[in-house]
């Protein structure tokens, strides 16, 4: 399924799947059948398999058994973010060629990491499709990209092994890891990646079953439609599994909890000469089997 969350005519954020080019209103259906499915999608995925199946099996009675109400079209809604994350936990350094980038315009170390390079972003990062990027030059005259697939937790993970990792995905998504390159502190990313709007994610979470391989997804990155990153997430240096397994060595996951598994080679601090963000750009991440997730940027001052 490619669950989403939406708006229609500024109302209350609702919880949808896309059919196709329709949106397709899980809790309308689900309330016309005598169902029962969660307002949202971060209650969805608590919810655990048993929302999932009702789900699917609304879905499998086809297009005539949908009432018109809780059927839209896909460009008359407005998309937003697909949940509210209780954490994000974005992975530094976690392709090579983005190790070396790092190395010469970032003075970050130029060998390979031996473990995962990890750092968070707050839930107030979060952005949705669409939505801004702030851009406050009192702040950052250095505002870079990071096109990033995003994995979605959906079970709880605590200490779990690399071969029991992908039973505790939900499904996969884009984040965008935008970063203030000169707001790092002594080393600190924290402020620098964790600013408002600095975690573009969406457009859709896809469930797990519909991405055989999350290891084989080529993802890019369009800036005012200029490709500036390109790559495949088998290049990964720690692949998802071994990621998950890292984290919840000493960090409970939590459903609805996001890692960001790292960018490619690309971003703006590595070009010759160096490229960053400002107002009235738009930028557009891009993963295999996901979607677009476009953005425009704004000033914020």
Not at 8 to 22: E, N, P
Not at 23 to 41: F, K, S, Y
Not at 263 to 282: I, N, Q
């Given at each position: 399924?490619?669950?989403?969350?939406?708006?229609?005519?500024?109302?209350?954020?609702?919880?949808?799947?896309?059919?196709?080019?329709?949106?397709?209103?899980?809790?309308?259906?689900?309330?016309?059948?005598?169902?029962?499915?969660?307002?949202?999608?971060?209650?969805?995925?608590?919810?655990?398999?048993?929302?999932q199946e009702t789900a699917r099996g609304l879905?499998?009675?086809?297009?005539?058994?949908?009432?018109?109400?809780?059927?839209?079209?896909?460009?008359?809604?407005?998309?937003?973010?697909?949940?509210?994350?209780?954490?994000?936990?974005?992975?530094?350094?976690?392709?090579?060629?983005?190790?070396?980038?790092?190395?010469?315009?970032?003075?970050?170390?130029?060998?390979?990491?031996?473990?995962?390079?990890?750092?968070?972003?707050?839930?107030?990062?979060?952005?949705?499709?669409?939505?801004?990027?702030?851009?406050?030059?009192?702040?950052?005259?250095?505002?870079?990209?990071?096109?990033?697939?995003?994995?979605?937790?959906?079970?709880?993970?605590?200490?779990?092994?690399?071969?029991?990792?992908?039973?505790?995905?939900?499904?996969?998504?884009?984040?965008?890891?935008?970063?203030?390159?000169?707001?790092?502190?002594?080393?600190?990313?924290?402020?620098?990646?964790?600013?408002?709007?600095?975690?573009?994610?969406?457009?859709?979470?896809?469930?797990?079953?519909?991405?055989?391989?999350?290891?084989?997804?080529?993802?890019?990155?369009r800036v005012n439609g200029v490709t500036k990153?390109?790559?495949?997430?088998?290049?990964?240096?720690?692949?998802?599994?071994?990621?998950?397994?890292?984290?919840?060595?000493?960090?409970?996951?939590?459903?609805?909890?996001?890692?960001?598994?790292?960018?490619?080679?690309?971003?703006?601090?590595?070009?010759?000469?160096?490229?960053?963000?400002?107002?009235?750009?738009?930028?557009?991440?891009?993963?295999?089997?996901?979607?677009?997730?476009?953005?425009?940027?704004?000033?914020?001052?």
């Open positions: 399924m490619r669950l989403l969350s939406y708006t229609l005519d500024d109302a209350s954020v609702r919880l949808g799947v896309q059919v196709d080019d329709l949106v397709v209103d899980l809790t309308t259906l689900a309330r016309r059948a005598g169902a029962e499915l969660p307002l949202d999608l971060l209650s969805f995925i608590r919810a655990g398999a048993a929302a879905l499998a009675a086809g297009p005539e058994a949908r009432p018109a109400e809780a059927v839209h079209r896909l460009d008359a809604v407005t998309l937003r973010a697909p949940l509210r994350p209780g954490k994000i936990i974005g992975v530094g350094l976690n392709y090579i060629e983005h190790v070396e980038e790092s190395s010469r315009s970032l003075d970050t170390d130029k060998d390979l990491p031996p473990r995962p390079v990890l750092f968070g972003k707050p839930a107030t990062a979060v952005t949705g499709p669409g939505q801004p990027i702030l851009h406050n030059a009192d702040l950052t005259t250095q505002l870079d990209w990071e096109c990033e697939l995003a994995v979605v937790i959906g079970r709880t993970a605590f200490r779990v092994s690399e071969e029991e990792a992908y039973d505790h995905i939900f499904g996969f998504s884009i984040v965008n890891d935008i970063s203030a390159r000169d707001q790092r502190r002594s080393g600190q990313w924290f402020f620098s990646k964790g600013q408002d709007s600095y975690a573009p994610f969406g457009p859709v979470v896809v469930t797990r079953d519909e991405i055989p391989d999350p290891m084989a997804l080529d993802l890019s990155l990153q390109k790559s495949n997430t088998r290049h990964m240096l720690f692949p998802i599994a071994r990621l998950i397994a890292d984290i919840s060595s000493g960090m409970t996951l939590e459903p609805g909890d996001v890692i960001a598994t790292g960018s490619p080679s690309g971003v703006g601090a590595g070009m010759v000469p160096p490229e960053f963000l400002r107002p009235g750009d738009t930028v557009e991440a891009m993963v295999e089997g996901i979607g677009t997730l476009s953005n425009p940027v704004v000033d914020a001052r």
